[in-house]
C-alpha cells in the first residue's frame, strides 16, 4: 500500500518568509510524528499526534513552529518567519498506535535563504 | 552522556563481508530497539524492531539487544553493494512517553563490490 507522503520535497524560501510543510500518513495509523534532520546531527523529535490532538509539542523550537492534524489523517507543520538554522530535512513518520515502529516519508529538505 | 552513542563511521567493507553495527545507551527505561536504514536523500526505513534482550532474525539481517550492557548491535550477513546506507538505531521506553524514540546519529556504511 501507499506509504507516508510529504509536499513539497524541497523548498527554498528566503530568510523571514512562512512555509508550510504537508504530510499524509499511512491510511489508518493513529499516531503522528515530526522530526527535523539537521546535517551532522540525529533525528530531533519536534512533536506528536494521536489522532487530531498533539500531546507532546515539547520538541518544537520556538513558538515560530506550529502543527495542526485534521481529520486524523493529514498535518501541517508551519514554520514563521523562517531563520537560516531552520534549514533542515523534515520528516514526517506515521504508526499504527503510539510506541510501535514508525514508517517515515521521504522528508522535505527546507532551505532558508 | 548522549543517551543514545553510535559511531558514525564511515565504514567501508567488500560485497560479502559480515557487518557488525553497534550502538550503547544510557537510559535503563528503554525496551523497544529499531534499525532504520536511510539512502541518501530519502527517509528513514524501518529493518528491526525488538522488544527486550534477544536476538531477532529477518533474512540476512540479525538484531540483538543487551539490556545488562545496555548494548545493541545489528548483523548483516553476505553483505550487498545495495546495502549501502546509513543505519541508524532507535529506541524507546514503555508508559506515557513511549512515542518519543530516541535516535543515534547513524552510521554510514558503504559495501564495495
Known amino acids: 500500500g501507499a506509504g507516508v507522503s510529504q509536499s513539497p520535497s524541497n523548498k527554498v524560501t528566503e530568510k523571514g518568509k512562512d512555509v508550510e510543510l504537508r504530510c499524509d500518513p499511512i491510511?489508518?495509523?493513529?499516531?503522528l510524528y515530526w522530526y527535523r534532520q539537521s546535517l551532522g546531527q540525529g533525528l530531533e523529535f519536534l512533536i506528536y499526534?494521536?489522532?487530531?490532538?498533539?500531546?507532546?509539542k515539547s520538541g518544537l523550537p520556538s513558538d515560530r513552529f506550529s502543527a495542526e492534524r485534521t481529520g486524523g489523517s493529514v498535518s501541517t507543520l508551519t514554520i514563521q518567519r523562517t531563520q537560516q538554522e531552520d534549514s533542515a530535512v523534515y520528516l514526517c513518520?506515521?504508526?499504527?498506535?503510539?510506541?510501535?515502529?514508525?514508517?517515515f516519508g521521504p522528508g522535505t529538505r527546507l532551505t532558508v535563504t | 552522556q548522549k543517551e543514545v552513542e553510535q559511531d558514525p563511521g564511515p565504514l567501508s567493507v567488500p560485497e560479502g563481508a559480515i557487518v557488525s553495527l553497534n550502538c550503547t545507551y544510557s537510559?535503563?527505561?528503554?525496551?523497544?530497539f529499531m534499525w532504520y536504514r536511510q539512502y541518501s536523500r530519502k527517509g528513514p526505513e524501518l529493518l528491526m524492531y525488538?522488544?527486550?534482550?534477544g536476538n531477532k532474525e529477518d533474512g540476512r539481517f540479525t538484531a540483538q539487544v543487551d539490556k545488562s550492557s545496555k548494548y545493541i548491535s545489528l548483523f548483516i550477513r553476505d553483505s550487498q553493494p545495495s546495502d549501502s546506507a546509513t543505519y541508524l538505531c532507535?529506541?524507546?521506553?514503555?508508559?506515557?512517553?513511549?512515542?518519543?524514540?530516541?535516535f543515534g546519529k547513524g552510521t554510514l556504511l558503504t559495501v564495495n563490490p
Open positions: 532507535a529506541m524507546n521506553g514503555s508508559g506515557g512517553s513511549n512515542y518519543k524514540l530516541t
Open positions: 513518520a506515521s504508526s499504527p498506535t503510539a510506541g510501535t515502529g514508525l514508517y
Open positions: 499526534f494521536q489522532g487530531n490532538s498533539a500531546p507532546d
Open positions: 537510559n535503563s527505561a528503554f525496551q523497544y
Open positions: 491510511s489508518g495509523h493513529t499516531a
Open positions: 525488538t522488544y527486550s534482550s
